[in-house]
C-alpha cells in the first residue's frame, strides 16, 4: 500500500521559513507535488516536481519566487522549501504523488498523503 506522511508544518511569524518534507513508500512516482488548502476554500496546486529523462519543476503564481520543490530521489522524499511566507499562506498542505508522467500537466494525482498544518502568522 502506497504511503505519503508529510512532516515540517508548523506556527511561523510572517516573514519566515519552513521546510516540509513528504517521504514516499516506493520509488515508483516520476511526478510529485504539493497542494493545500485553506479553511473555506478549496484544495489549490501549491508545486510540482517531474524526474524522467528530464527534470522539471512547476509552480503555482501566488508561490513563485517563495517556494522551492526538490526531491532527493534516494530517500523517496520531495521537499517544499517555504520562504517569505504570508499569512495567506496558512493551509494544511498535502504532498501528492503519482506514476504518470501526464499527472505533472494534469495535476489530477492518485496518492496523497495525510497533510500538515502551516500556520502563518501577521
Known amino acids: 500500500q502506497v504511503q505519503l506522511v508529510e512532516s515540517g508544518g508548523g506556527l511561523v511569524q510572517a516573514g519566515g521559513s519552513l521546510r516540509l518534507s513528504c517521504a514516499a513508500s516506493?520509488?515508483?512516482?516520476?511526478?510529485m507535488g504539493w497542494f493545500r488548502q485553506a479553511p473555506g476554500k478549496e484544495r489549490e496546486f501549491v508545486a510540482a516536481?517531474?524526474?524522467?529523462?528530464?527534470?522539471?519543476?512547476d509552480y503555482a503564481d501566488s508561490v513563485k519566487g517563495r517556494f522551492t520543490i526538490s526531491r532527493d530521489n534516494a530517500k523517496n522524499t520531495v521537499y517544499l522549501q517555504m520562504n517569505s511566507l504570508k499569512p495567506e499562506d496558512t493551509a494544511v498542505y498535502y504532498c501528492?504523488?503519482?506514476?504518470?508522467?501526464?499527472?505533472?500537466?494534469?495535476?489530477?494525482?492518485?496518492?496523497w498523503g495525510q497533510g500538515t498544518q502551516v500556520t502563518v502568522s501577521s
Open positions: 501528492a504523488a503519482d506514476r504518470n508522467i501526464d499527472t505533472y500537466y494534469r495535476r489530477t494525482y492518485n496518492y
Open positions: 516506493e520509488r515508483s512516482f516520476p511526478t
Open positions: 516536481i517531474i524526474t524522467w529523462s528530464f527534470q522539471s519543476t
